[in-house]
């Protein structure tokens, strides 16, 4: 089955809560409601007794993860990250694999926005997170791992990006252009995107 291959949404699409993924085909089986991904050490993004200077400034999507972490993620090599901005002081950082995806033909990516915690993107994570469709996650100040596919207020088909609010800033993680089993198994390409925004949010210090 193929994961997205769209570009990826702006976090004020959480608010639909209900996003469906291209996908290549249908999938089946069982809601992943049941599932439970391995959470983050409670300590990575929560232990910052020390709160930024007002001058301190953030850098770019791009430094929040580098190649040989990314690498490990995926289990394979991938090119640098390229950066772009994407709106007003927001950026977003691709990661892309050097070899294609079996399932899609096209390298997987893994990308990670990096932006200002604006009033609409606050309130877009909460309502993301009074859904049961979605999983809360113990990052940073507030997280939420997206269901992409199934979402019914209460359960979900399967998984999507994960987006966490730190501080002033939000940043959000997607793994696109993959599909499994032939890439990933279903639950390792979610587990991946978890570890993925659990280092970005070690990346910001």
């Given at each position: 089955m193929g994961h997205s291959t769209a570009p990826r949404r702006r976090l004020a699409a959480l608010a639909a809560l209900a996003v469906v993924l291209?996908?290549?085909?249908?999938?089946?089986?069982?809601?992943?409601?049941?599932?439970?991904?391995?959470?983050p050490d409670s300590t990575s993004g929560d232990?910052?007794?020390?709160?930024?200077?007002?001058?301190?400034?953030?850098?770019?999507?791009?430094?929040?993860?580098d190649t040989d972490g990314v690498e490990a993620l995926l289990g394979q090599a991938v090119e640098d990250g390229v950066?772009?901005?994407?709106?007003?002081?927001?950026?977003?950082?691709?990661?892309?694999?050097?070899?294609?995806?079996?399932a899609v033909g096209e390298p997987i990516t893994?990308?990670?926005?990096?932006?200002p915690l604006t009033d609409e993107v606050s309130a877009d994570i909460d309502e993301a997170l009074a859904s049961d469709s979605n999983q809360p996650l113990d990052?940073?100040?507030?997280?939420?791992?997206?269901?992409g596919l199934g979402a019914d207020?209460?359960?979900?088909?399967?998984?999507?990006?994960?987006?966490?609010?730190?501080d002033d800033v939000y940043l959000e993680v997607d793994l696109g252009n993959w599909g499994?089993?032939?890439?990933?198994?279903?639950?390792?390409?979610?587990q991946i995107t978890v570890d993925a925004a659990e280092q970005a949010v070690d990346g910001l210090g």
């Open positions: 291209v996908l290549a085909t249908a999938c089946g089986g069982d809601d992943a409601d049941s599932e439970s991904f391995d959470q232990d910052r007794s020390d709160e930024p200077d007002d001058g301190e400034e953030v850098g770019g999507a791009c430094d929040l993860l950066e772009e901005e994407i709106g007003e002081d927001a950026t977003e950082c691709t990661f892309s694999t050097e070899e294609d995806s079996v893994l990308q990670i926005e990096l932006g990052l940073g100040d507030r997280s939420v791992l997206v269901c207020g209460t359960s979900c088909d399967a998984y999507d990006n994960v987006a966490v609010a730190v499994y089993p032939d890439d990933f198994d279903e639950d390792e390409g979610v």
